[in-house]
């Protein structure tokens, strides 16, 4: 198993690429952007994709920053907490 420290490190690393990537989306879509002020053509389609994957890193980044999330509910308990299921023969019961 990795230690405490090689995991700090692994994350600091991954978190540093994120950051790379969003900053690389960034640029990439501002550069399209003063591309569309000029007298060649752009594409609304490609301004939209580079938009949305400039927002996508954004938020990758902004995820890894800020730890693991909490785990999703379990789909079998109830909101009053209880935990439902179903029987062997398929029926279900509380």
Do not use: N, W
Not at 21 to 36: F, I, T
Not at 44 to 66: D, G, H, K, V
């Amino acid at each position: 198993m990795k230690s405490e420290i090689e995991l700090a490190r692994s994350r600091e690393v991954r978190t540093r690429e994120l950051a790379d990537g969003a900053r690389h989306a960034r640029e990439r879509l501002a550069l399209y952007k003063a591309k569309s002020y000029g007298p060649r053509l752009t594409s609304p389609t490609r301004l939209r994709e580079l938009e949305r994957a400039s927002e996508l890193a954004e938020t990758r980044l902004r995820m890894a920053q800020t730890g693991p999330a909490t785990s999703p509910p379990d789909p079998e308990e109830t909101p009053d907490g209880k935990t439902r299921g179903e029987t062997d023969a398929g029926v279900e019961f509380d």
